[in-house]
């Protein structure tokens, strides 16, 4: 808690900082699900943790019948339970084009009464004969029965799925989930999915591009649902779901305003525990976490989901996001007199992505170190690494380098005026010795990254214990940059700070590699 402590009060002021370890077992997101095009899904009951040590009782989407497959099929550990309900509900991972079949079986108490699943931005196919019963959105599942849907994904993207059944009450108690549809094609200058990346690590992407459009090529990709929980509507579901019902609208009486929310969620989990692995065994009822890492220069997809009834401003520390697209819809420009074919990305760069219930965002992020004003690599005197930059400015010529996407204008730019390690006078800052600014692993001691952050971590006072350094370039020492609700209250366990939605975006050296896996 100490270190935790003092790295969230300089992450406040929106400052990066180099660290040797935030967990003791390393965490990563990727955007993990279940592959179709068929589905066979479940509503059934079941508590969700909270890091106060509460345990709510919701109401979920899960797997009846095991999945076809998982994705990325590199992760370890991955599973959807029969008959489990998980909050968010399973990711629905599908192809452009594919025709998709959800079968939801009503496993939810007698009296929640009937439910269902609405697919927002897909057209269904015709219901058949019997299939479920009317309600007031879409064909429901009564208790104890089913409903099969069936449409086209013809939009790539980012999607939404979410009860269309007493959605204040549904909704709420967590029936919602995301899909994502992989386009067709490869748009050109994008990477197809291979074993890896050009930097020779793990690739987990999902697909090539977001969309097909050259500028929706990626690299990484995370996914966010943002929603939030007020625990006395729970509290009263949970009271009543032993009443015997045979009404379609059930027989509760849950009172949903005033609406007072007290946990909020990303992926189901509050911070810290969103930033545990996927499918960690703790939290049989939450698979997804939220914990983004990348390396300098790489394009990360972000997916962007608002669930529940508020906005959530969600701000992403060490860079704006680029929208690429908003429910599945790219924001392209029209054709004009100085460009009759139109279609550039018009989408705008947001210093927050501010969430709204129901709507999905697709956006691009990317950390390069460009703006800090030093050489974010500490070459020293003697160095051998070069900094050619490209037509942008940055060192591309080799992906394998450690300072691979160096932004060349700061190269040798010293950090420190007045140096406790290895390096020349001149910089912007003057820093502590490192057995003051912090202890032992709990800190590297230096604000580089690569082989030379080593060297330059260890000042005239050797860093505790026995001089230990704990920034060691082929670990996970890099930098880290909070990423949050912009809301005060919605970065809070049940008014316990810190909580809630915060998690930590992690700029890992190129030496470290990224792997998914768990």
């Known amino acids: 808690m100490r270190y935790m402590t003092t790295l969230i009060g300089r992450l406040l002021l929106g400052a990066a900082v180099s660290y040797a370890s935030l967990l003791a077992v390393t965490a990563h997101a990727a955007a993990p699900g279940i592959t179709g095009p068929s ?12 890091p106060d040590g509460t345990s709510i009782y919701s109401w979920g989407y899960g797997c009846n019948t095991a999945p076809s497959g998982f994705a990325p099929a590199a992760i370890a550990g991955a599973s959807c339970p029969d008959g489990v309900m998980q909050l968010p509900g399973p990711t629905l991972i599908v192809n452009q084009g594919d025709t998709v079949t959800v079968t939801l079986h009503n496993n939810l108490p007698a009296a929640a009464g009937n439910t269902s699943i609405l697919f927002p931005g897909f057209e269904l ?8 019963i009317p309600g007031l959105l879409t064909r429901e599942a009564a208790p104890g029965g089913s409903v099969t849907y069936t449409f086209t994904a013809t939009t790539p993207g980012t999607h939404t799925y979410y009860s269309g059944t007493q959605g204040d009450l549904q909704i709420e108690m967590g029936l919602y989930g995301a899909i994502i549809v992989r386009p067709t094609a490869v748009p050109a200058g994008c990477r197809a999915v291979s074993a890896t990346l050009p930097n020779g690590q793990p690739d ?35 009271a009543q779901a032993g009443l015997a019902c045979a009404l379609a609208t059930g027989c509760m009486t849950v009172v949903t305003e005033p609406y007072l929310a007290a946990y909020y969620l990303v992926n189901g989990r509050s911070m810290p525990d969103l930033m545990d692995p996927n499918y960690a065994v703790q939290y049989p009822h939450q698979p997804y976490n939220g914990n983004p890492h990348m390396h300098p220069g790489e394009l990360t997809l972000l997916r962007v989901i608002g669930t529940g009834r508020w906005q959530h401003p969600f701000h992403e520390h060490g860079n704006h996001v680029r929208v690429l697209a908003r429910d599945g819809n790219l924001l392209l420009t029209p054709p004009s007199a100085s460009n009759p074919a139109g279609g550039n990305l018009a989408g705008p760069l947001l210093f927050t992505t501010t969430t709204t219930p129901g709507q999905t ?39 394998m380098a ?18 406790f390690g290895q390096v020349g006078s001149g910089g912007p800052v003057t820093l502590p010795d490192p057995n ?26 050797p860093i505790p214990p026995s001089g230990t350094v704990g920034n060691d370039p082929t670990q996970e020492a890099g930098f880290a940059y909070m990423w949050h609700s912009h809301n005060e209250r919605e ?14 975006m992690l700029v890992d050296p190129q030496a470290f590699t990224i792997n998914e896996a768990n």
């Open 204 to 238: 987990f992407r999902l697909a090539a591009a977001a969309y097909n459009h050259s500028s929706a090529c990626y690299d990484r990709e995370y996914l966010f649902q943002f929603s939030e929980i007020d625990p006395a509507i729970h509290s009263q579901a949970e």
């Open 39 to 50: 589905f066979d899904l479940t509503a059934a009951p079941g508590y969700i943790s909270q």
């Open 125 to 132: 196919q015709p219901f058949a004969i019997g299939n479920g």
């Open 361 to 399: 965002l697709d956006g691009i992020f990317q950390w390069t170190g460009k703006g800090l004003n030093w050489d974010i690599y500490g070459h020293t005197a003697g160095h051998t690494a070069p900094c050619v930059p490209d037509a942008n400015g940055y060192y591309t010529a080799d992906p």
């Open 402 to 419: 450690p300072n691979y996407y160096e932004w060349c204008a700061d190269h040798e730019k010293a950090l420190e005026s007045k140096p």
């Open 436 to 461: 003051i600014l912090a202890n032992g692993a709990w800190y590297g001691g230096s604000p580089y990254l690569g082989p030379e952050a080593t060297a330059r971590a260890v000042g005239s006072t």
């Open 491 to 504: 970065i809070t366990t049940n008014n316990a700070f810190p909580g809630g939605m915060m998690m930590m």
